[in-house]
């Protein structure tokens, strides 16, 4: 009896070893290893996609060729601001006639503002991020640059910009504006614009901004009346269309095409990237969240 039971046991042992061997050699038991992913294909001419905790690059097309990055540079912009020592986010800034001149001078995006007005810094970034504001930006640059002259404050905060971006240890970057609207000397490449967005979402202001879908700001007027704005919509659609989508920035122009910096948070895990010189506003989005599925795949 006891030696039946014993032949039993070490014929079902036998089994068992058998069986595991089975699915172990399938892969039933382990999920695919991450080289067996297949790469996506993007129609942007240059792509990055990174681990937001390691810094693990994930995903990499032409990630270092230097590009116009069309208004993702607001970007750095916003991180200038939030990186001024001693910030007052509720600081007003009266809006200037040259800010409306200028857009409508560069054809350019805008926030609206109305000249006269006085409009937070806090309100300011928002119209810098959401709607894509040139205005805002040019409101920002003249605020926290310094100098005797619009034109001096303006250098002074572009020189803050580069300034940042040498601090990163970035070396294929440089602004010569505070939009985008460059005068020929305006560029970041995929892998640079990710380490800069990755750097600014280190700050609270900037994820609370660049995951806002809409946002009506409340100015004071000439008269000390109170104007409500019409709202901001948010330029970037992944936040309505892609699961934990935590932001970041849209950019376009004649020379950058199509360009999204991109970020999201599934599982504890984030992942940011960009794309660069993508085909349509569609495509873009269509290729942030192909990188996305990816990132979070591996």
Do not use: H
């Not at 995929?190 to 280190?202: E, H, M, N, Q, V």
């Not at 122009?253 to 010189?277: D, Q």
């Amino acid at each position: 009896m006891i030696t039946a039971i014993k032949g039993t046991r070490v014929r079902r042992a036998a089994a068992v070893v058998f069986t595991t061997g089975a699915v172990l050699a399938t892969g039933a038991l382990g999920t695919a290893p991450a080289q067996a992913l297949t790469k996506p294909t993007i129609a942007a001419k240059g792509g990055f996609v990174m681990n937001n905790g390691t810094g693990t690059s994930l995903y990499t097309k032409a990630a270092d060729t230097r590009r116009s990055t069309g208004s993702t540079t607001k970007i750095m912009t916003a991180k200038v601001v939030l990186s001024q020592p001693n910030l007052n986010l509720d600081a007003k800034v009266t809006i200037q006639k040259a800010y409306s001149d200028y857009i409508v001078r560069n054809t350019a995006s805008s926030a609206r503002l109305i000249v006269g007005d006085k409009v937070t810094v806090r309100q300011l970034l928002y119209g810098l991020m959401l709607p894509s504001g040139c205005d805002a930006a040019y409101a920002l640059a003249d605020k926290f640059g310094s100098g005797s002259t619009r034109a001096a404050r303006v250098k002074s905060f572009i020189g803050k910009m580069n300034k940042q971006a040498k601090d990163l240890g970035l070396t294929n970057t440089k602004f010569d504006s505070f939009d985008g609207i460059g005068n020929g000397s305006n560029y970041s490449t995929p892998r640079d614009l990710t380490k800069i967005t990755s750097s600014a979402l280190k700050s609270a202001n900037f994820r609370a901004i660049v995951k806002t879908k809409k946002y009506t700001a409340k100015t004071i007027t000439k008269t000390g009346s109170t104007r409500t704005m019409a709202a901001w919509t948010n330029t970037n659609g992944l936040l309505s269309s892609y699961s934990g989508s935590i932001g970041v920035k849209t950019g376009s122009g004649p020379e950058a095409k199509y360009c999204l910096v991109f970020a999201a948070t599934r599982n504890g895990k984030t992942v940011v990237g960009t794309v660069l010189a993508s085909t349509s506003i569609s495509a873009r989005e269509s290729d942030a969240k192909k990188l996305m599925n990816y990132g979070f795949a591996r």
